[in-house]
């Protein structure tokens, strides 16, 4: 599956931006989706996903982001609300097979977009 990710951009803090990643070759279908993002000299955390039907979300977005993805399986979503500077980064969105302990690692995932940049300005 290929995966590629927009929506990103400038933003002030408070604002919103909502991030798409589109499948092609075939759908999410059986896989564990998920956003992660990465900082300058920054490890790639995870943000958001979806496992089993089940959305999980980091305690650092909790209540500002919102993971979904549209019944037909092509298109994921990260909605980002009350954005934070801290929030700038680079998102990608990723599918994989993660066993449920796993998810949270990068490493589970063999999916990846290409990143969108997300930069928000105080």
């Known amino acids: 599956v290929q995966l590629q990710a927009s929506g990103g951009g400038m933003v002030q803090a408070g604002g919103s931006l909502r991030l798409s990643c589109a499948a092609s070759?075939?759908?999410?279908?059986?896989?564990?989706v998920a956003w992660f993002r990465q900082a300058p000299g920054e490890e790639r955390n995870f943000v958001a996903g979806i496992r089993s039907g089940r959305t999980y979300h980091a305690d650092f977005v909790k209540g500002r982001f919102t993971v979904s993805r549209d019944n037909a399986g092509v298109t994921m979503y990260l909605q980002m609300d009350s954005l934070k500077r801290e929030d700038t980064a680079v998102y990608y969105c990723a599918a994989g097979t993660p066993i449920y302990s796993e998810m949270y690692s990068p490493r589970q995932y063999s999916y990846w977009g290409q990143g969108t940049l997300v930069t928000v300005s105080s």
């Open positions: 070759g075939r759908t999410f279908s059986g896989y564990a």
